[in-house]
């Protein structure tokens, strides 16, 4: 059985930096293909960073140069470092997996609330 | 990166068929066959019901349907049951390694 676990969640004030995580079982994560969604309270999903099997990385122009994607291959975790946080980066951040061969996100965890507040 | 374009609220009583719409453009929804839909109950996590404009993953009832036309994508769910209300959400991958996710459409069993 797949598991996602998303941790790192929590308040923060406007310019700090969080560190989310996901840990994966049941899926290597360094042989799959590993994206971050998120949902602001009330809002629709919005997609925010995937990282490939091969490593490369890409994000969606709202967190570019803010966020980062990376992986521990050893620890089989998901990592999304977020720095100079605004008030509308306020969601909650999923990790999900993506299928290799297509854009389906089928394996997802169950969130973790990021609030960017003074 | 413009979000998809959903209507927000549909529905339909118990046994009916309601369609939900996702428009996009030639860059996106138009020029790739990698729509998805996703289920998502309050509260929960999204789920993956349609791939690829019309495959359904393992488990997904063939009540789903999916198609597309141009630049419209669109989810159908036949005989609808008290557990189809939910909110259910289009994306499409946009090129470049970019995907969108539509905004989003609330449909509710009478």
């Known amino acids: 059985e797949v598991q996602l676990v998303e941790s790192g969640g929590g308040l923060i004030q406007p310019g700090g930096s969080l560190r989310l995580s996901c840990a994966a079982s049941?899926?290597?994560?360094?042989?799959?293909?590993m994206s971050w969604v998120r949902q602001a309270p009330g809002k629709g999903l919005e997609w925010v960073s995937v990282?490939?099997?091969?490593?490369?990385?890409y994000y969606a122009d709202s967190v570019k140069g803010r966020f980062t994607i990376s992986r521990d291959n050893l620890k089989n975790t998901l990592f999304l470092q977020m720095s100079s946080l605004r008030a509308e980066d306020t969601a909650v951040y999923y990790c999900?997996?993506?299928?290799?061969?297509?854009?389906?996100?089928?394996?997802w965890g169950q969130g973790t609330l990021v609030t960017v507040s003074s | 990166q413009s979000a998809l374009t959903q209507p927000p609220s549909a529905s339909g009583s118990p046994g009916q068929s309601v369609t939900i719409a996702c428009t996009g453009t030639s860059s996106d929804v138009g020029g790739y066959n990698y729509v998805s839909w996703y289920q998502q109950h309050p509260g929960k996590a999204p789920k993956l019901m349609i791939y690829e404009v019309s495959k359904r993953p393992s488990g997904v009832p063939d009540r789903f349907s999916g198609s597309k036309s141009g630049n419209t994508a669109s989810l159908t769910v036949s005989g609808l049951q008290a557990e189809d209300e939910a909110d259910y959400y289009c994306s499409s991958y946009a090129g470049s390694n970019n995907f969108v996710f539509g905004t989003g459409t609330k449909v509710t069993v009478l």
């Open positions: 990282i490939y099997s091969n490593g490369n990385t």
């Open positions: 049941g899926i290597t994560v360094s042989s799959n293909y």
């Open positions: 999900a997996r993506r299928q290799s061969s297509n854009w389906g996100l089928d394996y």
